[in-house]
């Protein structure tokens, strides 16, 4: 039987969100989506994931087809629920997996909002006040890290890696002049720490520069680049001909919060200029993207402690901002707020210091004849993307204003104590010993082991001894049985979800140390949940009988 088309096309219009005002169908809108969160709300238990885990059929997928007839709003809701059957619920206590925070009801607000009126930030004319929200986000975080707010600016894109690949492009064009619209014709080379974001890869190749390009700068026993070591390699490349392209500085690597020196790093850019007599000055990219919310405790008093954090705690505080401080002195920086700014995925802002390296990057008008002809913001004629949305922006905005100086204090600060407070329980055992004692934040990398072994000399023997190369090996295995009985009961709801990493650092003989990881984001985490994760080890070292 024939339907006529505007039969079905009524039925197709009721899916959509109405674009004059219908409070019978913004009651409708409103109760499916009120619908879809209960029924997520009913995967919860005491486990840190919704639902279950089951077997993913990819071959199953992969012989899906587009139907022949569509569905309702209410029949996808349900089918669309269980695709969140089990993901990791980043909000429970005791999730400690990773850089992944739990999201506010504030952000999420902004990203529905945004996603209810699709604006494209490419422009004003298509994102109006959500372009005004972006300027707004730019100067809080400009102030924030100390940049001359009038001469800064910032813009969202698509995660961590975009903000470092900004940086590095505009790096790029100092170096190479003309390079975006000759391309690069000449050896250039980017500086990066061993610890530093495995990202570094992907924008060396995409850029045109070359995974062989890239050098990579061996870190400290604090996770931090090694100056000494970035000046022999600079010397060397620019005798040798070659452009610095960029010197990317990590502040809170992804495994160890590790912190480099961002002003022994631009005294060392300025001494290279002088005395190569360079007609550009390297540029220096932060990738803060974690550690760019410690910058609230910069104007922090440590000594009066208003906030009353334990004094270890404040110790650690007060080290991250050390080098955090020191932010200002980058030329370029890289903000996560879907990681210490509690928004959803994607939300990353790139922060130059000075709006006019984005000309390096402005196409001309002629290029884009559609577009731009009038409106006072038009950063899509220098972004990479054509399309950004504005969830982003209106997510952090939410959160920076829920927040404030004071919020964010809190929630990081009380992150760090119970991180600090985990340490403090690892180290009142004689089998566990904690990898980065010198590295401040939310994350902790330990190790445990088995009877017998000095855990006060096994650390130095591990790193540098290369006859205890097959005793570290044990140690490694030992290390991943424990993670996977802590993975199970974890699952199974009767204690924590760490992380394991397969290589916090690399011996001096070249093996990789295996570490199980606490990243502590969510603010339901308390001291029971710290102690949990020691008794698990615990019951592991039981579980293998105490013996690798």
Not at 178 to 201: K, L, P
Request: net charge negative; with cysteine.
């Amino acid at each position: 039987m024939t339907i006529p088309y505007r039969k079905i096309l009524d039925h197709i219009r009721l899916a959509f969100p109405q674009p004059v005002s219908d409070r019978v169908h913004d009651s409708y809108l409103v109760h499916s989506i009120m619908r879809a969160v209960d029924a997520v709300d009913g995967l919860k238990s005491e486990r840190p994931i919704l639902g279950e885990r089951t077997h993913l059929d990819y071959a199953a997928a992969k012989t899906r087809h587009l139907p022949e007839q569509g569905s309702t709003v209410e029949s996808l809701t349900q089918e669309l629920v269980e695709y969140c059957s089990g993901l990791t619920l980043w909000g429970h206590p005791r999730t400690q997996q990773n850089v992944v925070p739990p999201v506010t009801i504030s952000s999420l607000i902004g990203v529905l909002l945004s996603s209810l009126y699709n604006p494209n930030l490419a422009w004003d004319e298509y994102s109006h006040r959500v372009a005004l929200a972006e300027v707004e986000v730019a100067a809080m975080m400009a102030r924030l890290v100390k940049y001359d707010p009038e001469r800064a600016t910032g813009f969202f894109t698509f995660g961590g890696t975009g903000t470092t690949l900004y940086g590095v492009k505009v790096g790029i064009e100092k170096a190479l002049p003309g390079a975006m619209e000759h391309g690069v014709r000449e050896d250039v080379v980017i500086f990066a720490s061993d610890e530093s974001h495995y990202c570094r890869y992907n924008i060396a190749g995409w850029l045109g520069v070359g995974a062989k390009n890239l050098v990579t700068i061996p870190t400290t026993p604090t996770n931090a680049m090694d100056t000494g070591i970035l000046r022999n390699e600079a010397v060397r490349c620019l005798k040798a001909g070659k452009k610095i392209g960029a010197i990317v500085a990590t502040l809170g690597t992804t495994d160890a919060f590790g912190l480099d020196d961002l002003r022994s790093l631009v005294f060392l850019r300025d001494e290279l200029v002088q005395n190569f007599g360079l007609p550009y000055r390297p540029h220096i990219h932060a990738d803060a993207v974690i550690g760019w919310a410690w910058s609230v405790f910069t104007d922090y008093s440590f000594e009066e402690n208003p906030l009353g954090f334990r004094p270890r705690t404040v110790r650690a505080l007060a080290g991250v901002c050390q080098s955090i401080r020191d932010l200002s002195v980058a030329d370029s920086i890289g903000i996560d707020f879907h990681k210490p700014g509690f928004a959803p995925y994607i939300s990353s802002m790139v922060l130059m210091k000075k709006k006019e390296d984005l000309g390096l990057l402005q196409r001309p008008p002629e290029q884009m004849p559609y577009l731009y002809q009038f409106g006072d913001h038009r950063p899509g004629m220098y972004t990479l993307e054509t399309s950004r949305p504005g969830t982003g922006v209106l997510a952090a905005l939410a959160n920076l204003k829920l927040f404030g100086k004071e919020g964010l204090r809190v929630i990081l600060g009380h992150l760090v104590e119970m991180a600090q407070l985990l340490r403090e329980h690892l180290e009142s055992h004689a089998c566990t010993t904690v990898l980065n004692r010198d590295n401040f934040g939310p994350v902790t990398l330990f190790r445990a082991y088995p009877d017998g072994v000095d855990t006060f000399q096994v650390k130095e023997k591990e790193m540098h001894d290369s006859a205890y190369r097959e005793s570290l090996l044990i140690h490694n295995q030992y290390n991943r049985d424990i993670f996977e009985f802590i993975h199970r009961e974890g699952m199974a709801g009767r204690g924590v979800m760490l992380s394991l990493t397969d290589c916090y650092r690399r011996t001096e003989y070249g093996e990789p140390v295996v570490a199980l990881k606490s990243f502590i984001m969510s603010p339901f985490v308390d001291e029971s949940h710290v102690e949990m994760v020691v008794k698990k080890v615990l019951e592991a070292r039981e579980m293998l009988g105490g013996k690798g």
